[in-house]
């Protein structure tokens, strides 16, 4: 029951994802707005929502109300380099938007819970492979591919569903966590079984965690963030100076 319960809420959702992307504002650098209710993570204005990857100052540029990695080749954090939220999130839908970067590298991915990635990466006209911009990383391929050339905005909007763990032993997980993903509009992940972690994502655990963006040492750029948790989010503690 409560599967069939989000499969129908993710395609609802699925819908309304739809026509609030038609909702093009005319400046240029922002293509939905939005809903009621939603966090806004980055409008354009600064990083008041987010943190680097080691609880300091966010190191990337902002220009033209758009946000661009800036590379950072000393692989200062551990495990995964970017920025996250300070926010901490369960359950969760989350529009993200993005253009790759005319350059050989434009790798980068969406990390959930800073546990399972969504892989950002130019697959235009590309022959499917684990690790291909859409999937779940190495999890699970997307199951159309729609990406836009380099150098054009794309869109992905993320329905997550944590993974459960019994409260009387937090050790023992008793359902796994579950994503549905639409990629410009169109659904490529359709109420997705995640298994476990991915890639070099943190372990799995009870806890809530940040939506992070990855720094694969390519200027890939992002526009228009927002949330809407689905429980309420807490907030990272403060780093000690």
């Known amino acids: 029951m409560i599967m069939k319960r989000f499969l129908f809420i993710s395609i609802i959702l699925s ?32 990083f008041s929502q987010w943190t680097n990857c080691d609880g300091g100052e966010v190191r990337w540029k902002i220009a033209d109300g758009i946000m661009e990695v800036v590379p950072d080749s000393t ?8 920025i996250m939220t300070k926010q901490l999130f369960n359950d969760f839908q989350l529009h993200v938007e993005f253009l790759l970067p005319e350059s050989e590298n434009t790798n980068s991915g969406v990390y959930i819970q800073r546990r399972y990635e969504v892989q950002i990466n130019d697959e235009y006209n ?11 990383y190495r999890q699970k391929i997307p199951d159309v ?27 023992k997980k008793v ?26 994502g943190d372990p799995e655990g009870p806890e809530p ?31 000690k100076k």
């Not at 692989?75 to 970017?82: N, P, S, V």
């Not at 796994?176 to 992940?189: E, F, K, P, Q």
């Open 15 to 46: 819908v309304l994802i739809s026509a609030c992307n038609q909702q093009e504002k005319s400046n240029g650098n922002i293509y939905s707005t939005a809903p009621e209710g939603a966090i806004v993570l980055f409008d354009g204005r600064d």
């Open 75 to 82: 692989y200062a954090c551990k495990r995964i380099q970017g």
């Open 126 to 136: 590309a022959e499917n492979s684990p690790g291909m911009g859409g999937s779940i």
């Open 145 to 171: 591919n729609v990406s836009k050339p380099k150098g054009e905005w794309q869109t992905y909007d993320i329905i997550f569903r944590a993974a459960r763990f019994d409260p009387a032993d937090p050790a």
């Open 175 to 200: 359902e796994n966590a579950r994503i549905t993903v639409l990629h410009n509009n169109v659904v490529i992940h359709n109420n997705v079984i995640i298994t476990t972690k991915t890639g070099v």
């Open 209 to 239: 965690g940040p939506i992070m963006l990855q720094d694969h040492l390519a200027p890939v750029k992002f526009r228009n963030i927002w949330v809407i948790p689905n429980v309420p989010a807490k907030t990272l503690p403060e780093v």
